[in-house]
């Protein structure tokens, strides 16, 4: 599933430069991240690099966004076209 950012955020920003995809960004009033390209890393990390990074723990599973691994991968494959996941 993808990840969402709560009301928790405090705009730091630390997270929009580790996501691997893309897929953070500054919204209107907290970073927002993009779930069609949210893949929670998989393809490049074991763990979600913007929940390792954030100091109030923002990020969060979004139940809305349920995926498997496999359609992370595939998403993964659709993002980064010739580029094999670790």
């Known amino acids: 599933m993808a990840f969402k950012i709560t009301d928790e955020c405090i705009a730091c920003g630390s997270c929009e430069s580790e996501c691997p995809n893309e897929a953070i960004s500054e919204g209107d009033e907290f970073f ?3 779930p069609d390209k949210c893949t929670e890393c998989v393809g490049f990390f074991e763990t979600q690099q913007c929940l390792d990074v954030c100091p109030v723990e923002a990020p969060t599973p979004d ?13 993964f494959a659709k993002l ?5 996941p670790a």
Request: no cysteine.
């Open 32 to 34: 927002v991240i993009d």
């Open 80 to 84: 980064h076209p010739g580029q094999d």
């Open 63 to 75: 139940p809305d966004n349920e995926e498997t691994r496999e359609e992370l991968l595939a998403k």
